[in-house]
C-alpha cells in the first residue's frame, strides 16, 4: 500500500516538474501580526523593500515603511475595518510612485497616484470646479489702513 502511494507521488511530482515555472508562480506572503490606527505590523516578508506596496485581503494596499529584522510596519492606504490579525499579506514588487504628466496638473490624488474628486472635475483655465461654482468669494477693492502715530 505504501509503495503504491510512493510511485503514485513519484509520478505526480514528475508531472509538476514537467510543468512550466516562472518567476511569476513564486508569491511572497506574511501574515498580520497586529493592528492599531492603520498601521499593521506584518511578519513573513523577509525580501520586502521600504516603500513597497503590499496588498491586504479586501484589496487594501499598504505601504511599508519600517523595516525591522523581525517584523516590517506597513502603513495601512485604505479602509482597514475588516483587516485583522491573522489575515495574509502578499507583495506586489512595486515601490510606491506616481505618475507624471499634464493630466495631474492642479488634480488632488491619493497616495496610491489615483485622482481625487471632491465635488466636481477641476477645470485648470478657470480656477473653478467644473459645476460652476467658484472656489472662493471675489476681492473688492483694496482697504486704506490708516496708521496712527503714537501720541507723546
Keep these: 500500500m505504501l509503495k503504491d502511494l510512493l510511485i503514485q507521488f513519484e509520478k505526480l511530482l514528475e508531472k509538476a516538474l514537467e510543468l ?3 518567476e511569476e508562480d513564486i508569491e511572497e ?15 513573513g516578508l ?5 516603500q513597497e506596496l503590499v496588498r491586504f485581503p479586501g484589496d487594501v ?9 523581525d517584523d516590517i510596519g506597513v502603513i495601512l492606504l485604505g479602509g482597514y475595518e475588516h483587516i ?7 507583495r506586489t514588487n512595486r515601490v510606491v510612485a506616481i505618475p507624471v504628466s499634464e493630466d495631474f496638473l492642479g488634480r488632488v490624488i491619493n ?21 460652476g461654482k467658484p472656489l472662493r468669494s471675489c476681492i473688492g477693492p483694496p482697504s486704506r489702513n490708516r496708521c496712527r502715530q503714537a501720541s507723546k
Design 61 to 69: 494596499m499598504g505601504m511599508v515603511y519600517n523595516l525591522d529584522p
Design 46 to 50: 523577509s525580501g520586502v523593500k521600504n
Design 29 to 43: 506572503s506574511g501574515m498580520v501580526i497586529s493592528l492599531d490606527r492603520g498601521i499593521a505590523v506584518v511578519n
Design 84 to 90: 485583522k490579525a491573522g489575515d495574509v499579506v502578499t
Design 20 to 22: 512550466p515555472f516562472g
Design 111 to 131: 497616495p496610491l497616484g489615483k485622482f481625487w474628486m471632491v465635488g466636481g472635475r477641476w477645470n485648470r483655465t478657470t480656477g473653478s470646479l467644473s459645476k
